[in-house]
């Protein structure tokens, strides 16, 4: 698992624009215009997840135009630069009296770095493992062969 935070997500989504619009961002800033929102506000923060996807959570400034930038289209921001990931992504905003309305995001990136391999596949595997005297590999593969057999 890769934990990205917000400067991360955001130089990952301005590289992600610069290639897809073929046009240099010269900012990303965080909005705080939440208004079909304001029935998710809890204790004054706002929380928004994968399943918000159309909360619109930045605004993309380019040289001539401002365009918004959606929570799904952060989320392909990030599937293209992690492929075959599942991602979990979350923006937080407080929104609470006497404080700077301040934006966090954070990004989990998950692999399905677990294959299902059959019997066949494990030997080779195990025999590979032989050949490079890698005794942990050879044993972990050797109890997953069994595990199959069994």
Known sequence: MIRLETNEIVSIAKKQIASI??????ELRFVNDFQGEKSLLNDDKLHLTNRHYWAK???C???DQVR????CEVLYFLRNEYLESDIDLE???DF?????IEANAVAEVNFNDKPDLGKNEIAELIDFALAL???QWFE??????KELSA
């Open 91 to 93: 923006f937080s905003f």
């Open 21 to 26: 619009f073929k046009m240099e961002p010269l």
């Open 96 to 100: 609470s009296e006497g404080s700077i």
């Open 57 to 59: 959570v930045m605004d």
């Open 133 to 135: 005297q890698d005794r």
């Open 61 to 63: 400034v380019f040289e």
């Open 68 to 71: 918004p930038v959606l929570m």
């Open 140 to 145: 972990e593969l050797t109890e997953k062969y």
